[in-house]
């Protein structure tokens, strides 16, 4: 799970610049054109991330973070807990699972940065659709291609993600179940306390 969360992670490198331009856009038409300009961009900064992988850090949060909804995908990781949190632990906990993600597979994004992504065709959303999904196919040059399917709700004048299935396997859903488990064994400060530690420690 680890690597095929980098590889959508380096795939939603591209809900950067170029998705600002394509916001009245569809979808689809916002994840294709913006994933082909990152791809882009990771293959001509190839030797510099290769030799300061630190670098690709602030790249990760200059494009990918405004085009996350952290506080719907944190909302929908915790489930019936979020309802539970105090508004200074949604904060917390939305802030450190934000870091975790993208301290975690950042690193291993250029590994993906040469693969062939298609998409099939699909109708636009209707005028006042609020959600929608963007399906892929990765050629993935070491082994099967993967599906990947991007789900987006239109919030604020843009479409922005919050969930993803990679073989069927969604995002959110494999991060509740771990949640659920640690929050019923220690609560939720007990979980924001070591997501806090674990953030700390990739960054030494």
């Known amino acids: 799970m680890p690597k095929m969360i980098a590889l959508l992670l380096a795939l939603f490198l591209g809900l950067g610049e170029a998705g600002l331009a394509a916001a009245q856009s569809s979808p689809q038409t916002v994840v294709e054109n913006t994933a082909q300009q990152m791809q882009q961009a990771l293959r001509a900064n190839r030797q510099m991330l290769q030799a300061d992988p630190g670098k690709i850090y602030g790249l990760v949060h200059q494009i990918v973070l405004p085009h996350f909804d952290f506080e719907v995908m944190s909302q929908w990781v915790l489930g019936k807990y979020w309802r539970q949190a105090t508004p200074e632990q949604r904060n917390q906990f939305t802030g450190e699972f934000r870091t975790l993600l993208v301290r975690s597979y950042a690193g291993a994004l250029l590994e993906y940065a ?15 659709a609020q959600e929608a999904t963007v399906r892929s196919t990765v050629q993935v040059k070491s082994g099967d291609p993967i599906n990947i399917d991007y789900h987006l709700r239109f919030r604020n004048g843009d479409w922005k993600v919050y969930d993803v299935a990679v073989s069927g396997v969604s995002l959110v859903i494999n991060y509740r179940s771990t949640f659920a488990n640690q929050i019923r064994d220690g609560g939720m400060d007990a979980v924001i306390r070591d997501l806090r530690e674990r953030n700390a420690k990739s960054t030494t």
């Open 114 to 128: 040469d693969d062939r992504i298609t998409y099939p065709p699909a109708p636009a959303p209707a005028a006042d």
